[in-house]
Structures are given as C-alpha cells and as structure tokens.
C-alpha cells in the first residue's frame, strides 16, 4: 500500500482576499506542523472592490487570532448591522439577530405575528440601523445580534498578505506557465512560474480567474444554479462621497438583478449584479463546481461558485471553506472518503447560501408593484421552509447551519408577509401577556438606544 | 386563529409512553388551555423494558422540573455512564461505548488519531482508558467530576437505569398534579369523521371519549395509527434479525456497576441492567437461529444472581412507522417504531417524538406542511439510530456461527457503508451521527487505514506525553472518586435531608 503521508507543499493559485484568507488560514491551522505554504500572487479569481462580510466572518477571525480593532482603526473593515430593503412599496429591515427573546417555549415573532406589528420594531440591530445608530452587540443582552463587515477588499488583502508573512508564507508574484500531474492519479504535484519558479505540490488551492489555469481541458464537473440566471454581469462605482457611515446595507431589486448600496470609507459605493449590466464589469457565471476538493486541489471563492450579497458572500464562503478544509485535512493520498465527507459539507453550504439568496430574493419581489421574476424556481428544501413557515410560522431547526434559525425567521417573516402562518401555541397564550412581554421588550431596546446616543 | 385551537387532547395507552406524553404535554401548554386525558386498561400490560436510557433523559426531567434524587428514589435508578460490549467483534472481546469524550480534542484532531498514532511506538492500551466514563464504569465508580462544570470532564455525561415501570408511575403522579385525566378501560372501537379524522374512541364501559389530537401509546398493537388509519410499517429486519427477547428480573447485590451489559450470544445478545433493589436481564435473539426453549435456557444459566420470577418472552420486529403523524393521531413510543434496545434508545425516541411534537405543535387545521416537517424528523432520528445498531451488528469477525456470519456478509443502507468508509479510511466521524463512534468502530476491531497525517509533523515526544497524560489524569479522577453504591446513598440520603 502507498503511504499517506503528511502534506508538506501547499500551493495556493490566484492571491486575492479569498487566497490569502486560505493562505493565514492554514498557517495558523496547521501551526507545529511542517508544512510549506506558497500563495501565487497572480491569477486570481475576481472579486469586488468592496466586499459585504456577514457575521460569519468573526468565526474566521477568531480561527486566525485577528483583533477586530485593528481592521477599524486602519480603515479595513466598518461594521453593518441590518439589511435594509426597498421596493415601491417601502422599506424593511432585517437585523443580524443571533436571537430574540422568549415567552416561554414562544419565539418573538409568534408573539408579534399575533399581536400586529412589526418584527423589526423588536430587533435592537434593525431599530438602530433605521435611526442611523451603529449599535454594537452588547455582551448578554436579550437582543444580542452579530456585526457584519463591509470590508475594503484591496487592505483586507494587504492586511492578511501581511499577516501571512509573519507566518512564514511564501508568494510568487508570476503567473502559473506549465503544471505537472501525476500519470495515475491526476494529482497536481508541480507548478512552474512564469518567472521560472518550480513549485513541488502535495495540496493546491485553487482561487484562480479561471479553470484553464490549472485542468486545462480536464474540467472538474460543475453544477448550474437552480435559481439564478447562468450569467450575471457585475458593475461597482462610487456614486458620491457620504458624510457619515450606514450601519445598514441597502439592497434595492432591479427589472433584471439587484443594487448594494454602502455608505463606507467616506463615500457611497454601489455594485449591481445583473442579466446585462450594460455590458459593464465582469461577467459572473452563476452556478457551483459537483467537487470543490477534486483530485488533491481544493477550490475556494469564486472558483468553487457564485454567492453573493444579500445573502453570504463568496469570501464567507471560502473562509469556512477553509476552515472546513482543516476538520478534514488529508494526507498525500487525500483518500475519498474523506474528499466525499469534506465535498458534502462544502456543497451544503453553498445550497443554503443560494436558497438563502432566492428567499431575499423573494422578499425584495414583494416590495415591488411589479417585478419581473428573474428566478425561475426554487429548491426542494426551501419550498419546505416556504410551506412551513406558511403553515405554522416554524422554522426547521439544523445542525452547524450557515444561516442561522433567527436569520431564517427574519427572511421568512417580510417575504412571506400576510401568508405566514402562526404558532397555535401562541394563541393559547393570554392576549395581555403579549402585548405586555412585547412592549417590555420595545422599552428595553429604545433605552438601549437612548443610552448610545447620549455617548 | 384562537377558535381552531386543540382543546381536547386523548392519549389512548399508559405505559412509558403514554404518561411520558401526558407529563410532557401537561407541563407544555399554558395551564386550562387543553384537556388532557390518558385511557390506559390494567388488563392490557405494559411492555415495560427500556430500563437502560441515555443522557438525554436528564434533559426531559430537567425541563419538567424533576428534582433527580426524588426521580432516582421513585425508581430505584442506578447511575450509567455507559454500555459494555463483551463478546461482540470476537469471542471474548469486551469494550465499554462510554457517554461522552475519549480524551481531548487537541489542534482540531480528535483523539483516537492521537491513539493510533501513539501505538505506533507500543503504547498499546485499549482506547477506553482514555475515556473515564468507561475506567470509572469498570471500577464501580461514579466521577462527581462529570456532574461539575468547572473541569476538565466537563464534556462527559451521565444516563441512569430505571424501573421504567416505576417512572411511568412517578410521571402519572407528576401529570395527574397538573390536571391529566386518566381513565380506565378497554377501547373497543375507534370512531372517524368524513375526513378520516378520529373523532372519538369508545371505551368497554359505553363510555365515548372524543378528542381533537389523538396521540397513540398503544405499542406494539398500533390501535390508532395502523389499526384505523392504516399508517405502513416499514420493516427493517432484513438488517436487524432479531425478533424476540426472554427477560427475568434478578436479585442484585454488592458493587454497582455503572454500566448495561450487552454480552453476544449465538443468535443475539443478552443484557444486564443493574437497578438499586434488582437487575432486569434480557436475551434477545432471532428466533428464525434459535428456539425458545434454548434461548431461554441460555438466559437462566448465564444469569449474574438467582432469579426473581418466571422468564417471560416479548416479540418484536425492527422497523418505523412510515408516518408517525397521520391527520389528527401522532404515534409515540412503540406504535412509531421498534429498534432493539442495544444502544438504550427506546425511551430517548419517546423523547424525541414528544418534543418534536410540542415543537410542532397543531391547532385544528393540522396543516400538512407542520406534519411533514414532524414526519421527516422522526424518520431521520430512527434511520439514524438503526444505522448505529447495525453498525455493531455488521463489525464482527465471527466467522463460525451463522447468524454473525449473516451480518458480516449483509448489504447494509447506502448512508452506513458511506459513514463505516469514512472512519476505515480516513478515522473520521461524522457529527450529525448518533452515539460515540470511534469507540464502537475500533472496540470491534476496524481499526482506520490512516489517522491524521498531520500528527506525523508533531514532535512525537509531545504525542507520546499528551496520550499518557490523558490517560494518568483519568486513573487520577477515577482514585479520588467514590464507589457508585457509597455515591448513590450519600446523595439519595443526603437529597431527603436537604428537603426536611
């Protein structure tokens, strides 16, 4: 039998925030063990000028030991706390709650669905960003919710480069020229550099712009996209200078795709992903790869498939990929069951972000008079979420979800509006006793708030 | 809307099940919402095992505000702090499946990886000795330390033995407190409306009980969900060949072992359940290998102390309802599914389905999308839990008896051979899965082809000493704790102090 042995040369293609997240990623992960890690800065797949990190990104964070400070105080990161939507109906807020308080066994929005009123009313992260307030979580509070980061990608990138240098990562600024594979496996066990340099390979990651760059004609099976059209267009510009940042990031639904607006940096930045942005951009084709971790490469961002804002960015994504990487890392001979267990939980995120983004979808469709539906259908498992939401207001509980059961909730409740359904727990509960635990938690929140704006 | 709300509530069956339900949904709804009543009949017995339970039932008391010493005087419960499997990958084999963690996870590598790593330069003891629940099991002894948050087997857990006839008693107690009504007798027919709904069950008596949630404790015999709605049961024992079981009570005395023992025999196996004032005993077999007559004869001659009455034989066969929630009745306990006690889980399903149940609460509408979700639920859970026990069925070496043999060379469900891949090829375990994996995989012999090659980049002195310490510390605890006997009576005597 070959031996599997421990991974010595990881080769990471194409920089990028999302290559040098896996490069610091695996540095600090694989810390004590004797590995060589080597970033080929050039290649890399696109990403956006400004990168919108939900709350996810702080698992990452804390996996690498980066002090969120430091990303403000050099103007890397601002926090966000709602996303706000606009239709020609009005406006909605979803907060990043992480969860709501209970009447008992009751979740909070069964209490409001009964009562009348309006879930963001009682979510401390969605009234601040309605008031222009940038709430920060506050330790064990009832309405304890996640920033999220609109990170400027370019520092983002210097700022982890950096990070990696620190731990000894190594970077080669030339395109990949010629790639060597091995005759039986097909494994990937050398790279050379446009510059000449040799690079022997164990593990390679792949961000790169595309998937000629490595397989040539021998392309990894890809999934198409059940919800999005098969090519999107993506176009960013800066539309003005603001005075003062947003704690909320406004999405606004277009005849074919949607608009991001930040206000950011001292500026107002806006990014559209369209069917036909005007021929403008560059074209993002939609869609996921079957087998992210195929042969001994394993690809992130971009090049293992498209998400995008509102719902969890494709550098969220990669981080967790990256950090998933780690609960299965394998040997040299990267065996399949452990591809086929890693390749699951990869691909389970990347449907749930994707059903994620079909329900704000939705929900920006709501707000509209008359929107054109760009989305021709949407996935088994969100048609259930759908129907039970409808039914009874419910939320299925997972294991280890990407999103969470509260920012299902928040979706579920606007996108469905009047078609929600309602605990029938919830209607056994006095009247009087709801009202009162609702207007208690209100009271709380407005004190909160008055408190931060007297700072 | 408030007027489709449930106001009555008939759970037909007492037993384990049906009082379980009625304390649980009892302590649930806000108080006079519902009326709530049990029909149980003395006449029809209870099947009355599932002595042996798993951790979770610390959670059900808990939420039902059960003071545990009153719980574990009420029933005459012994602590668990694990299963020992003797006989099962070999012939004179025994490992103990310990509840909770064998070792540390340390760089994000799990333990056994360290373990294998380590046998590599002879140190060569059994995984157990690395997981205290299994050293403290196999020395009679109960490690308040697992009870306690503030160390470093804070990640251990603890179950009990029951007298699972007693709890029902207790529950029936708990529930009668908060308003269930209990009604005796017989149903002897069950009434639909035009939907198929069932609108009432009539009792022996003439009495009719009518109801908006029918929920049906009626075991084996299924009277409402397969009876009248003719829910299918999807049968597994094509995987699980056993089908019957004799069972005796014992007298118990001396040490208390803090463990159930499943020893293998020929055509099955046979439990030990070690209670305060007795210990229940069980052989469970296929019937297809092995006659009554010497299953039973097995049981008596390889009994721990003499017997406390006649054996007597229950009949069973694996498998789940394919609907545990049809139109208004919602099946728990046995008449949702049978799976062999082997891994202690028959009152964990109990549990299970009766908080997916108030999860998923109805009002009179019973929209089907709350039932789907209920119904997917709890096929997951049993599918799930059936995949474990097959697990320990299918590793085995036994090459000379037939019915072992049969359950090396079965096809096995897809998912399983998928899960025993992952851990024989790489020593990883799937999270979402039931029950402690590594140890039942390597305790019958399927020892991974790799561990974590990272571990052959550590310094293998820090390896070596991380393995060994992991190891003294828990000869350590398990020194300084007390006998499980000595525990149980300072707590019990110490716990009825406290409430004069």
Excluded at chain 1, 41 to 59: K, R
Aim: hydrophobic content about 40%; overall charge negative.
């Amino acid at each position: 039998m070959i031996a599997n042995k421990p991974i010595k040369n990881i080769v990471i293609v194409g920089g990028g925030a999302a290559g040098w997240s896996a490069a610091v990623g695996l540095a600090r992960g694989l810390h004590g063990s004797d590995v060589n890690i080597t970033v080929i800065d050039a290649d890399a797949a696109f990403e956006p000028a400004i990168t919108l990190a939900s709350e996810h990104i702080h698992d990452f964070h804390k996996l690498i030991g980066i002090r969120d400070e430091q990303l403000f105080k050099s103007g890397i990161a601002q926090p966000w706390i709602a996303r706000r939507f606009y239709g020609n109906k009005g406006e909605c807020y979803l907060g990043n709650d992480v969860e709501m308080p209970k009447l008992g066994a009751l979740n909070l929005h069964q209490l409001v669905s009964v009562s009348g009123g309006d879930l963001s009313t009682c979510s401390l992260a969605a009234t601040a960003a309605r008031r222009q307030i940038f709430a920060m979580p506050q330790g064990d509070s009832p309405a304890s919710f996640r920033t999220g980061y609109i990170l400027h990608t370019h520092k983002y990138c210097d700022f982890l480069r950096g990070a990696a240098k620190h731990l000894n990562v190594r970077s080669v600024v030339a395109s990949v020229a010629t790639v060597e594979c091995q005759s039986d496996t097909g494994f990937i066990e050398a790279l050379t550099c446009k510059d000449g340099t040799r690079l022997e390979i164990d593990l390679v990651i792949d961000h790169s712009n595309s998937a000629e760059v490595l397989w040539r004609n021998h392309l990894p099976p890809a999934i198409t996209s059940t919800h999005l059209p098969a090519l999107l267009r993506f176009a960013e510009r800066a539309a003005g200078p603001a005075r003062q940042g947003d704690p909320a990031v406004t999405f606004t639904r277009l005849a074919n795709g949607w608009q991001q607006k930040v206000q950011a940096f001292g500026q107002t930045l806006l990014a559209e992903y369209c069917v036909d942005a005007d021929g403008r951009g560059p074209p993002l084709a939609t869609g996921v790869l079957a087998t992210p971790f195929y042969k001994n490469t394993l690809a992130i961002g971009m090049r293992a498939g498209f998400s995008a804002p509102p719902s969890v960015s494709v550098l969220n994504l990669a981080q967790r990929a990256v950090a998933k990487l780690l609960d299965y890392f394998p040997g040299t001979l990267c065996v399949a069951a452990n591809t086929t267990a890693l390749n699951t939980e990869l691909q389970q995120d990347q449907r749930e972000a994707e059903d994620y983004l079909a329900l704000l979808w939705q929900l920006t469709d709501s707000l509209q008079e008359s929107a054109e539906t760009v989305l021709p259908s949407v996935s088994r498992v969100l048609q259930q979420k759908q129907a039970l939401f409808a039914s009874s207001g419910r939320v299925g509980s997972q294991l280890n979800p990407l999103i969470t059961e509260q920012m299902w909730i928040n979706a579920l409740w606007y996108a469905l509006g009047e078609l929600r359904g309602i605990d029938p727990l919830a209607y056994m509960a006095p009247n009087a006793d709801i009202e009162a635990f609702i207007s208690r938690h209100q009271a709380h929140i407005q004190q909160q708030l008055a408190r931060l704006q007297t700072r | 809307m408030k007027a489709d709300a449930i106001q009555q509530i008939v759970i037909v069956g007492g037993g384990t099940a049906g009082w379980m339900t009625a304390a649980a949904v009892a302590n649930h709804l806000p108080a006079g919402a519902c009326q709530i009543t049990l029909i149980e009949s003395d006449a029809i017995g209870t099947v009355g095992v599932g002595e042996s339970t798993i951790p979770h039932i610390r959670r059900f008391n808990e939420i039902l505000g059960i003071d545990e010493a009153e719980f574990m005087a009420a029933t005459n419960a012994t602590y668990k702090l694990g299963i020992c499997f003797d006989h099962w990958g070999r012939e004179g084999d025994s490992y103990i499946h310990p509840f909770g963690e064998i070792g540390h996870v340390v760089h994000g590598i799990e333990f056994h990886h360290y373990w294998l790593k380590a046998r590599q330069w002879g140190i060569n003891q059994p995984l157990e000795r690395y997981a205290l629940n299994a050293v403290a099991a196999r020395a009679g002894r109960f490690p308040e330390a697992i009870t306690k948050n503030d160390n470093q087997f804070s990640g251990y857990a603890y179950a009990y033995h029951i007298d699972a006839t007693a709890y029902a008693k207790f529950l029936r107690n708990y529930a009668e407190k908060k308003n269930v009504q209990r009604l005796e007798g017989k149903v002897i027919e069950v009434r639909q409306d035009s939907t198929e709904n069932i609108e009432s069950v009539v009792l022996e008596s003439g009495v009719e009980v009518g109801g908006d949630l029918f929920i049906d404790c009626t075991g084996f015999r299924a009277e409402l969900i397969e009876k009248t709605l003719g829910v299918e049961f999807i049968d597994w024992s094509h995987w699980l060949a056993t089908d019957s079981a004799a069972v005796v009570p014992t007298e118990r005395s001396g040490t208390i072992y803090p463990f159930t023992r499943a020893s293998a025999r020929k055509a099955g196996w046979q439990w030990c359940i070690p209670l305060q004032h007795r210990a229940g005993n069980g052989h469970v077999y296929a019937s297809a290998q092995l006659s009554d007559d010497e299953a039973i004869d097995t049981l008596l001659n390889t009994l721990p102390d003499q017997p406390l009455a006649e054996p007597r034989l229950l009949r069973f066969k694996a498998g789940r309802r394919k609907m545990s929630w049809h139109k208004n009745c919602v099946a728990v306990g046995l008449s949702s599914g049978f799976l062999e006690p082997l891994e202690s889980t028959s009152i964990y399903l109990i549990q299970f389905g009766i908080f997916k149940l108030l999860e998923l609460f109805p009002d009179k509408q019973f929209r089907q999308a709350d039932i789907d979700a209920y119904n997917t639920s709890l096929s997951s859970v049993y599918d799930t839990i059936r995949n474990f026990i097959i697990l320990h069925y299918h590793l085995n070496q036994k090459n000379d008896l037939p019915f072992w043999k049969n359950c090396q060379k079965m096809a096995i469900p897809q998912e399983l051979e998928a899960l025993i891949a992952l851990f024989s090829q790489a020593g990883r375990v799937d999270i979402s899965q039931f029950g402690v994996w590594p140890a039942v995989c390597i305790g019958q012999h399927l020892l991974p082809e790799h561990y974590d090659t990272r571990l052959d980049t550590m310094n293998p002195e820090m390896i070596k000493q991380f393995v060994t310490r992991c190891g003294e510390d828990i000869q350590d605890e398990t020194a300084k704790s007390s006998s499980v006997n000595d525990y149980l009576e300072r707590f019990l005597t110490g716990a009825s102090h406290d409430r004069e």
